[in-house]
Antibody, heavy 117, light 110 residues
């Protein structure tokens, strides 16, 4: 059974970089041809796809966030990570990692990140 | 890319059937058979209920079914149960090689 777990700070100051890591167990992120995504959900709102990584290094981002987003992978730790730069209060959200690119069959439990000074 | 359009809320009584619509454009819902549906209970992560318009993942009840006509996809839940009360989101692959979600629908089981 594949499991995903997000980790990272719950509070980030404005203009700083938000960094989150997703640890995957029960399967390798570098095999099986799977895509690994980040998705966020603003408080009380809907879901927003951020981007994905596949083949341990190829990435694709939501154009609306592309200039601020970096997704990378550490296959030795079976993890993939999200960095979102120059954050503002509008980036306050629950951040989820998930497996897939067109549909998401496994999700982490979510990590609430609040942007505030 | 604009969000897909879903009704804000739907309701039904136990045992009834309900349908949630998800309207997009020919650049997303209408153009590809990559529409998915997710169920989300409060404080929980979304759960995949339907993928590629009408396919159910293993373990999902056959009371859940999906379909598509033109630019509108639909999720039907038959034999409503109390545990079906949740938020439901649709998503679609787009011609920009991105993924767009619907705004979500709150299902209330009366």
């Amino acid at each position: 059974q594949v499991q995903l777990q997000e980790s990272g700070p719950g509070l980030v100051k404005p203009s700083q970089t938000l960094s989150l890591t997703c640890t995957v167990s029960g399967g390798s992120i570098s095999s099986g041809g799977y895509y690994w995504s980040w998705i966020r959900q603003h408080p009380g709102k809907g879901l927003e796809w951020i981007g994905y990584i596949y083949n341990s290094g190829s990435t694709y981002y939501n154009p609306s966030l592309k200039s601020r987003v970096t997704i990378s992978a550490d296959t030795s730790k079976n993890q993939f990570s999200l960095k979102l730069s120059s954050v503002t209060a509008a980036d306050t959200a629950v951040y989820y990692c998930a497996r897939g690119a067109r549909d998401f069959d496994y999700w982490g439990q979510g990590n609430l990140v609040t942007v505030s000074s | 890319q604009s969000a897909l359009t879903q009704p804000a809320s739907v309701s039904g009584s136990p045992g009834q059937s309900i349908t949630i619509s998800c309207t997009g454009t020919s650049s997303d819902v209408g153009g590809y058979n990559y529409v998915s549906w997710y169920q989300q209970h409060p404080g929980k992560a979304p759960k995949l209920m339907i993928y590629e318009v009408s396919n159910r993942p293993s373990g999902v009840s056959n009371r859940f079914s999906g379909s598509k006509s033109g630019n509108t996809a639909s999720l039907t839940i038959s034999g409503l149960q109390a545990e079906d009360e949740a938020d439901y989101y649709c998503s679609s692959y787009t011609s920009s090689n991105t993924l767009v979600f619907g705004g979500g629908t709150k299902l209330t089981v009366l």
